[in-house]
């Protein structure tokens, strides 16, 4: 049951003749991070480490030469020669995400207009109860403020006052200015935000605010950054503005510190360009990018953009995307071949203006710890996860308590000499005794009794987040395919898609990296915004649409020639450059807006401003109900963007000829014992890497691959298509 040769995984997983290597994209998580190396073909290798969250480099690094190792390269000796012919390098994490969870970012300052100081106290309504359970949401004595990125004591107030036209009606107050700073560098703060009201109308308040700052640092013979709401993030909601740049400075400049170290590794063997993040709306930019706390949500953005990308090569407009790791469960929906945005997300209890892939996250993981309550006598998963580090039980790091890993292990699904290829031997005789002792024999239970119990119980946690994810949108899972990804989905997919009535459930071999995929899946491209005040009613006139889109187009126009610029900057190929222009529409009077975009690239008559509006009421109609339309109530207009996109070579996902539904002989490894409802039963493994397309595999049956493994119960097969996608159905 040992790993095959780094020949054998690479033949298979490449798909093809390896050419010279032209993208790597790496998706960091709590535990692994995930590697995945593309050639100038479209053929790929995949790789494996886990994470190192104190220095993010090595488990990047590692990951790198695990995925050239299984092609047979020795990485170590022949990066010189590999990476100077590599075009692009893209890197996700997790990192900044969890800084401001744990809150252990840097200690930042904010300016704020006078009277806006408790801001940061009062926050927003929804922010109050953010992460709150459904019923807990209307309990208001329940309600507690989440504690403030940036605490009270670093918020310092100056006189000053843009109003709502873009004019100021007060001057700033300079020697309030200079004495906000100086107070904020005697306080020791690493940064400072700098946040006035309407300053994304005009930012001259700002934009002084800054000078008289760099003035006083001079002075002090101390310099500390300067995050500005205006260049940072120019458009309205005062207070998810000011979360945003207090992010910024909290948690984005540590961890553009942390990826310049891995941009530093990569170019001191040879890479020539700079290291790119993807965003959290699924768009790309340098670590360099001034506005960096847009990725700190990208982790399960990467799983989204393969989705993406697999529904329009395949033909699968609506696909429920499942991604379970060590942590968490992440589920998001691809509808008419695209993923939902979000305009505002919240997470850690904070709200913040940043638009995001629409990936709704449940704590279940198999990292999760498996515990019992002293009170009730229950099991209770999580929910702390033991991570990469001590990991599970069985991984003989120092964890002395077990997880949802160590139970599958001692169930017989997971083979301990395979792990990650087998070069992590788990240890199946500490996980089963940490169950027994701080689980079994507290319940007087049988301790395989137990470990499978807390498989289904993490079943049913998935499988009633995917119903959640599903019905609260009004949609059914009949209209849906659904994927199976991250390194411990195909392993539990069976479980939670039981009873589901999707179209059907597939995963891809590639699964353990799908996010890493998904990061080398995507076009080049940047996302602009900013602010406007545009009302459209029902029966406006011609001349009224020629005039609004006179001022839409000149919003267009200005972020058109900013990403221009920023792109020349970054050395692209501006002439390949596309643009898609998007509005931010909402009926008069509503609360959201819905992402349009337009199917014009300028508003020139009135026909041109229906044909956007018609655009924006089949999205309205697609996104909630066509019943729920209402043009009769006319239309606002707070906000335009733009999408600069810049088109790259993707991974080729090819298409094979179908052989038998025998597997070939090779792919067979033997049997081994796994516990099913109450008793050992007879398994048969197979080599997932192996299997053909157009082979059949019944259960009970367990398909293993170094990176995943893939559990197929009684009663169920698993048939792998012309793509090499691997089919659960029913027998």
């Avoid at 999580?382 to 599970?392: F, L, R, T, V, W």
């Amino acid at each position: 049951m040992g790993s095959r040769t780094g020949e054998e995984r690479a033949k298979t997983v490449s798909c093809g003749h390896l050419g010279e290597w032209s993208a790597i994209s790496c998706d960091a998580g709590g535990t692994m991070t995930d590697m995945f190396v593309m050639d100038e073909n479209g053929n790929f290798i995949l790789g494996k480490a886990s994470t190192t969250p104190y220095d993010e480099s090595i488990g990047y690094w590692n990951a790198l030469v695990d995925a050239f190792e299984s092609a047979k390269i020795d990485f170590e000796r022949d990066a010189e020669r590999i990476l100077p012919g590599v075009a692009f390098a893209i890197y996700s994490g997790t990192s900044m995400l969890n800084a401001l969870i744990t809150r252990t970012g840097k200690k930042t300052g904010l300016i704020v207009t006078k009277g806006f100081r408790y801001t940061v106290l009062h926050q927003e309504g929804t922010e109050v109860h953010a992460s709150y359970g459904y019923q807990d949401k209307f309990h208001k004595v329940a309600h507690i403020h989440p504690r403030p990125i940036i605490p009270l004591r670093y918020t310092k107030e100056v006189t000053e006052r843009i109003d709502v036209f873009g004019k100021e009606v007060i001057p700033l107050y300079e020697h309030e200015a200079r004495k906000a700073v100086e107070e904020l560098l005697d306080e020791g703060v690493e940064g400072i935000g700098i946040v006035f009201i309407y300053s994304y109308l005009n930012p001259s308040h700002e934009m002084r605010c800054a000078e008289i700052a760099r003035e006083v640092m001079r002075h002090k013979g101390k310099e500390v950054p300067l995050y500005l709401s205006s260049e940072l993030i120019p458009i309205m909601r005062e207070f998810p503005r000011m979360n945003a740049v207090a992010l910024q400075g909290y948690a984005a400049e540590p961890v553009r510190s942390s990826l310049s170290k891995i941009e530093e590794r990569l170019n001191n063997r040879g890479y020539k360009y700079p290291l790119q993040t993807v965003l959290a709306d699924g768009t790309v930019a340098n670590i360099r990018y001034k506005p960096l706390f847009r990725a700190a949500f990208s982790g399960p953005v990467g799983g989204l953009l393969g989705a993406r990308y697999l529904s329009k090569v395949m033909n699968m407009p609506n696909i429920v995307c499942t991604d379970l790791g060590g942590t968490t469960f992440d589920v998001g929906l691809i509808m008419g071949n695209e993923p939902a945005i979000l305009r505002e997300v919240e997470v850690g209890r904070t709200l913040l203006n940043v638009p995001t892939l629409v990936m709704d996250s449940v704590g279940a993981g198999t990292g999760m710890y498996v515990r019992i309550n002293p009170e009730s006598k229950r099991i209770e998963l999580g929910p702390e996860s033991a991570g990469a580090h001590p990991g599970p039980v069985s991984y003989n790091m120092g964890n002395e308590i077990p997880t949802v890993m160590d139970c599958a292990l001692i169930c017989g699904i997971i083979n301990p000499d395979y792990y990650l290829g087998g070069k992590l031997k788990l240890h199946k005789d500490l996980a089963f005794k940490a169950i027994k002792e701080k689980c079994a024999d507290i319940l007087g239970v049988d301790p395989y009794d137990l470990a499978e119990g807390v498989l289904e119980l993490l079943s049913i946690r998935m499988k009633e987040h995917i119903r959640t994810v599903l019905a609260v949108r009004g949609y059914s899972p009949s209209d849906y395919h659904l994927i199976a990804y991250g390194g411990a989905g195909p392993m539990f997919v069976s479980r939670f898609t039981e009873g589901l009535p999707f179209k059907g459930v597939f995963t891809v071999p590639f699964a353990a990296v799908f996010s890493a995929f998904g990061l080398a899946a995507t076009d080049f491209a940047h996302r602009y915004q900013r602010s406007a005040y545009l009302s459209i009613p029902p029966d406006a006139t011609e001349e009224l649409k020629v005039s609004v889109g006179a001022v839409i187009n000149q919003v267009w126009q200005d972020l058109e020639d900013i990403a221009l610029r920023d792109m020349k900057e970054e050395g692209l190929p501006v002439e390949n450059v596309t643009f898609r222009q998007v509005a931010y529409i909402r009926y008069t009077g509503q609360l959201e807006d819905v992402e349009t975009i337009s199917p014009v690239s300028r508003i020139e008559t009135g026909k041109d401003m229906d044909a956007l509006l018609l655009a924006f009421e089949e999205e309205y109609g697609r996104r909630y109900a066509y019943g729920a339309r209402l043009p009769e109530l006319g239309y606002q207009i707070f906000e335009l963007g733009l999408l600069a996109v810049l088109p790259r070579k993707k991974p080729v996902i090819r298409r094979f000829e179908l052989k038998g539904k025998n597997p070939p002989r090779e792919a067979f490894k033997g049997e081994r014992k796994v516990y099913m409802r109450g008793a050992w039963r007879s398994a048969r493994i197979y080599e997932l890497d192996v299997l053909e397309p157009g082979n059949e595999v019944r259960g009970l049956a367990i398909l293993e691959a170094p990176a995943t493994t893939l559990f197929v119960p009684e009663g169920k097969k698993v048939r792998v298509d012309e793509y090499k996608r691997y089919w659960l159905e029913e027998v």
